[in-house]
């Protein structure tokens, strides 16, 4: 395998900590994918990230940091702002109590019922509007609005980024060493980004309807990492197949810290260092996927399994193995409707603020689970017929 260590010469002439531009990196990374494979290695600094690096179509790829803890991408400031007062549909202004890095140009999502949407036949929890020009306290519009914005309505930035994006036909991609920082301060509104103001975000391509409409990403591995201050999730794959996500620590995610989301199919994460997420780990639509041998630490809920999309087979084999739970706000483990067979084995809980587990689904299998000091039941049944073991408290 060709190496492209392009950023190592570059250390005999760059002081210590100096940042490279995010284009730089990115070029590096181009081509290394156009040369069929090498390594692109990210030397100690702080290297600011303001529209996302881009990993397509990748072959044995490798994206490594030079010292994990000081070889840190990191997204700028968050661009976000608050409606101060409500607004009717027709209007082409908004006006604002506080604001932060919006621009004229810049696409918004303005957090309030949008169209019906498609899938849901339910309104979409947004609608988008484009800035014409930033006042002190209003946003004016380059067309009048489609929906009404409630007073105290949250407005970011619709194309906001995030640090790493792995997209298309990849495989045998790997991300090592690095801190990856989503520019999350005290003093920010509560922002889920979802998709965006990630970590890392994989995604092959997939409809609700008919499941992955190409090959999915393939083999990636995630290690040795440290991810934290991400208004999104941490590290969240999409029609991904046989990812690997170990030793890393993830951490004060406002979604979750790792993400098993649409026809992730065996997909690991295995002793990773989780903490002050609002979830864990989510497997939405995944199947066969292992969880196993890590920590969670005063997570909101430990992890989380449930269906989003119809498909036979999806929420199906997943196994919750060795981990350790400390102090939940919620559940532990929490396992949803129209999911089946999946095992939750020897894991360790402690003072869970809700329930140790809670089932529903069909035939799921629990045993040898140590659970002490749950705010409710150790193990609670909401539905079906499961294979329980209580285990010992």
């Known amino acids: 395998m060709k190496k492209f260590l392009f950023l190592l010469s570059l250390l005999a002439a760059v002081p210590p900590a100096a940042a490279l531009t995010e284009a730089e990196i990115q070029k590096f990374i181009d081509d290394a994918i156009k040369a069929g494979g090498g390594e692109v290695a ?27 803890e000081e070889s840190v991408l990191k997204l700028p400031p968050v661009a976000y702002a608050i409606s101060s007062a409500a607004v009717n549909a027709g209007a082409d202004a908004i006006r604002v109590k506080t604001q932060q890095a919006i621009k004229p140009g810049m696409r918004l999502k303005i957090e309030a019922d949008g169209e019906i949407d498609s899938f849901t036949k339910k309104p979409k929890p947004y609608h988008l509007a484009k800035v014409k020009a930033v006042e002190q306290d209003v946003l004016q519009l380059e067309s009048a609005l489609k929906f009404p914005v409630p007073e105290g309505t949250m407005i970011r930035h619709e194309d906001a980024p995030n640090l790493i994006e792995v997209r298309g036909t990849c495989e045998d991609v790997r991300i090592e060493k690095l801190t990856l920082d989503g520019g999350r301060v005290e003093g920010d509104p509560l922002i889920r980004g979802h998709t965006q103001l990630c970590g890392i975000l994989a995604q092959g391509a997939y409809s609700y309807e008919k499941g992955p409409t190409a090959p999915p990403v393939k083999k990636l591995g995630i290690s040795r990492c440290f991810i934290q201050n991400c208004h999104g999730r941490g590290i969240a794959l999409y029609s991904v197949e046989e990812a690997e996500i170990d030793g890393c620590t993830i951490r004060d995610t406002s979604d979750e810290a790792i993400d098993f989301d649409h026809f992730a199919v065996k997909c690991i994460a295995t002793h990773n260092h989780i903490a002050r997420s609002l979830i864990g780990v989510e497997l939405n639509d995944a199947t066969s996927c292992l969880v196993a041998g890590n920590d969670f630490l005063e997570c909101g809920t430990g992890i989380n399994l449930w269906r989003w999309c119809k498909q036979a087979g999806l929420n199906e084999g997943n196994i919750i193995a060795q981990n350790v739970f400390e102090r939940t706000k919620g559940n532990a483990v929490q396992i949803a409707p129209n999911t089946k067979a999946n095992l939750v084995v020897q894991n360790e809980i402690t003072g869970s603020g809700k329930n140790g587990i809670i089932l529903s689904g069909e035939a799921q299998v629990v045993k040898a689970n140590r659970i002490s000091g749950s705010g409710l039941k150790a193990i609670a049944v909401q539905e079906g017929k499961h294979e329980i073991d209580e285990g010992v408290k």
């Open 42 to 68: 990210i030397p100690p600094g702080v290297h600011v990230i303001e529209r996302g690096l881009i990993v397509k179509d990748a072959k044995k790829l490798r994206l490594i940091g030079l010292d994990a």
